[in-house]
């Protein structure tokens, strides 16, 4: 019986060399050290995750990212999530609601959970994508900010 949580806990023999990121084309060396550890960090302390990325918010372009192979189409992913992050940035202005900011925004699905989470900056967000049978909602959300913060 797979237990998700437990996973953390068990070996599954020798350690690796750790997460495989994959990078945009694009990405300088230093937006490579920047984003490299902060993926590696969140899936340190989510390893049931099922993806987590980086995107940039004005491009709509995926800029990093971790996933589960043939769970999803991150580029695609990255643009579609872009566009609700400056929706929502937009719908803020239009409201008058100009002294607030998005702390996150969560889509829920049937079986997954979509956290978008802002950088400091505003320039660039966090995707992440779990499953809920896998994650505990309140975990995965302290887990993303603590992440977000300790990135700039």
Sequence with gaps: MKI??????VADGPASAGP???YAASVSAGNK???GPLLANILRDLPDLVAVSVLDVRAGTLLAT???P???NPAKAAAYNAAVVREKQQALEALGLAGEAIEDILITLTTQWHLLRLLPGN???LHLLVGKRDTNLGIAREVLRAHAEAAE
């Design 123 to 125: 320039r660039y967000a």
């Design 33 to 35: 050290a920047r984003f």
């Design 20 to 22: 495989k990121i994959t």
């Design 66 to 68: 971790h996933h589960a």
């Design 4 to 9: 998700p949580f437990l996973s953390r806990f």
């Design 70 to 72: 043939g769970k999803l």
